[in-house]
C-alpha cells in the first residue's frame, strides 16, 4: 500500500482521498515521455496513444474512488485481551448501494491489510482484523482503514475513521514464575455429606441407621433418611501478597511482574475449572468460575492501580 498514504492518515474521518502509487507515477512518466516524443516528431499515431493511456488512468482513479462508496463498516466490541498479544477485532462491512464488483483491502491502523471483496447492495461480509496493544487497561481500538488500488493498480484510494471501541486488556501472563498456590480445601471430603438439611429421601440398603429419621418413623411408620447439601468444592485464593517475595524490578515494573503472575495463576485456574477467587489493593472478587467470573478477574488486573 501507498506509505504516503500511511502517514497521512485521514484527516477528515470518512472523507475519501487517492494519490498515485508507485507504479501509478512511473506509469505518468512513461505517458509524458511519449507525449514528448509524439509532440517532437509529429506522430498522431503517439498522440492517440497518448491520449488512450491518459484516458485509461483517468477512468482507473474514477473507478477507485468509486469503489469507496455506498459502504457502511461496524466493529463488534472487541473481547479482552493480553499485553502484547494480538487482538482480534471483528469488523462487518455493509453495501449500501450498488457500485462495480472490485476487492478491497482493509486494516486497523499498523495493523496488515487484509482483502475482502466488495459486498453488493444489501449484502454483508465480516472478517476479523488484529492489533497488537502495548499497556493494560482500557485501551481505545485503532482507527480501522478502508483501500482500493483497483483497477490496474495506478492509484491508491482510502478513507477511515475513529474506530470508537474500546478494549479492556489485561497483563501479559508470566512465561515464568512460582507455581501457583495449592486449593484451600474444605474441612470435609466432597464424598462426605455437608451439614446443611435438604431432603427426605425412602431407606435403601446400605444406609446408615444414624442418618434415619426416627421420630418420623415414629409418626408414619415409614423408613426416611436425611440427604444434606452437598459441602462447597474446595476454593483457590489468588492473593496479591503472595506475588510479593517472587516479583522483580523496581518500581512500576514490579507491579506489572506482580500483575503477570496473577494473570498466569487465573488463566491456570480458569483452565483446570477450579473455583478461585483474586484479592487486589485496589479490588476483589469472590470465589468463582465460569466466563463471567473470569472477564471480572482480567479486569481486576487490568485496571489495578498502583
Request: proline share 11%; hydrophobic share 40%.
Given at each position: 500500500?501507498?506509505?504516503?498514504?500511511?502517514?497521512?492518515?485521514?484527516?477528515?474521518?470518512?472523507?475519501?482521498?487517492?494519490?498515485?502509487?508507485?507504479?501509478?507515477?512511473?506509469?505518468?512518466?512513461v505517458?509524458?515521455?511519449?507525449?514528448?516524443?509524439?509532440?517532437?516528431?509529429?506522430?498522431?499515431?503517439?498522440?492517440?496513444?497518448?491520449?488512450?493511456?491518459a484516458?485509461?488512468?483517468?477512468?482507473?482513479?474514477?473507478?477507485?474512488?468509486?469503489?469507496?462508496?455506498?459502504?457502511?463498516?461496524?466493529?463488534?466490541t472487541?473481547p479482552?485481551?493480553?499485553?502484547?498479544?494480538?487482538l482480534?477485532?471483528?469488523?462487518?462491512?455493509?453495501?449500501?448501494?450498488?457500485?462495480?464488483?472490485?476487492?478491497?483491502?482493509v486494516?486497523?491502523?499498523?495493523?496488515?491489510?487484509?482483502?475482502?471483496p466488495?459486498?453488493?447492495?444489501?449484502?454483508?461480509h465480516?472478517?476479523?482484523l488484529?492489533?497488537?496493544?502495548?499497556?493494560?487497561?482500557?485501551?481505545?481500538?485503532?482507527?480501522?482503514?478502508?483501500?482500493?488500488?483497483?483497477?490496474?493498480?495506478l492509484?491508491?484510494?482510502?478513507?477511515?475513521?475513529?474506530?470508537?471501541?474500546?478494549?479492556?486488556?489485561a497483563?501479559?501472563?508470566?512465561?515464568?514464575?512460582?507455581?501457583?498456590?495449592?486449593?484451600?480445601?474444605?474441612?470435609?471430603?466432597?464424598?462426605?455429606?455437608?451439614?446443611?438439611?435438604?431432603?427426605?429421601?425412602p431407606w435403601?440398603s446400605?444406609?446408615?441407621?444414624?442418618r434415619?429419621?426416627?421420630?418420623?418413623?415414629?409418626?408414619?411408620?415409614?423408613?426416611?433418611?436425611?440427604?444434606?447439601?452437598?459441602?462447597?468444592?474446595?476454593?483457590?485464593?489468588?492473593?496479591?501478597?503472595?506475588t510479593?517475595?517472587f516479583?522483580?524490578?523496581?518500581?512500576?515494573?514490579?507491579?506489572?511482574?506482580?500483575?503477570?503472575?496473577?494473570?498466569?495463576?487465573?488463566l491456570?485456574?480458569?483452565?483446570?475449572?477450579?473455583?478461585?477467587g483474586?484479592?487486589?489493593?485496589?479490588?476483589?472478587?469472590?470465589?468463582?468460575?465460569?466466563?463471567p467470573?473470569?472477564?471480572?478477574?482480567?479486569?481486576?488486573?487490568?485496571?489495578?492501580?498502583?
Amino acid at each position: 500500500m501507498n506509505r504516503l498514504a500511511e502517514r497521512l492518515g485521514f484527516p477528515r474521518p470518512h472523507r475519501r482521498y487517492i494519490l498515485p502509487t508507485r507504479f501509478g507515477l512511473a506509469y505518468a512518466c512513461v505517458v509524458f515521455f511519449v507525449f514528448l516524443g509524439a509532440v517532437n516528431y509529429n506522430d498522431n499515431m503517439a498522440l492517440f496513444l497518448t491520449f488512450v493511456l491518459a484516458a485509461l488512468a483517468w477512468l482507473a482513479m474514477v473507478r477507485s474512488e468509486r469503489s469507496l462508496r455506498g459502504l457502511a463498516v461496524e466493529l463488534d466490541t472487541p473481547p479482552t485481551g493480553f499485553v502484547g498479544r494480538p487482538l482480534v477485532v471483528g469488523i462487518t462491512l455493509r453495501g449500501c448501494r450498488p457500485q462495480p464488483t472490485t476487492h478491497l483491502n482493509v486494516a486497523l491502523r499498523g495493523g496488515a491489510w487484509v482483502p475482502v471483496p466488495r459486498p453488493e447492495a444489501g449484502e454483508t461480509h465480516s472478517l476479523a482484523l488484529a492489533f497488537v496493544p502495548t499497556r493494560r487497561g482500557r485501551v481505545a481500538v485503532p482507527p480501522w482503514r478502508l483501500a482500493c488500488e483497483r483497477p490496474l493498480g495506478l492509484f491508491h484510494a482510502w478513507c477511515g475513521a475513529p474506530s470508537e471501541r474500546v478494549a479492556m486488556v489485561a497483563p501479559a501472563p508470566a512465561t515464568d514464575g512460582p507455581a501457583r498456590p495449592p486449593s484451600t480445601a474444605s474441612p470435609q471430603s466432597r464424598d462426605e455429606p455437608g451439614e446443611d438439611f435438604h431432603d427426605l429421601r425412602p431407606w435403601r440398603s446400605g444406609d446408615s441407621p444414624r442418618r434415619v429419621a426416627w421420630r418420623v418413623y415414629a409418626r408414619r411408620g415409614e423408613l426416611l433418611v436425611r440427604t444434606f447439601e452437598p459441602p462447597p468444592p474446595p476454593h483457590l485464593v489468588l492473593h496479591w501478597e503472595e506475588t510479593e517475595a517472587f516479583a522483580r524490578g523496581q518500581g512500576e515494573e514490579r507491579v506489572e511482574h506482580r500483575l503477570s503472575i496473577l494473570c498466569r495463576w487465573v488463566l491456570e485456574a480458569e483452565r483446570e475449572r477450579t473455583p478461585y477467587g483474586l484479592v487486589l489493593p485496589s479490588a476483589t472478587v469472590a470465589a468463582g468460575r465460569g466466563e463471567p467470573h473470569f472477564r471480572a478477574c482480567l479486569e481486576a488486573l487490568a485496571l489495578h492501580e498502583a
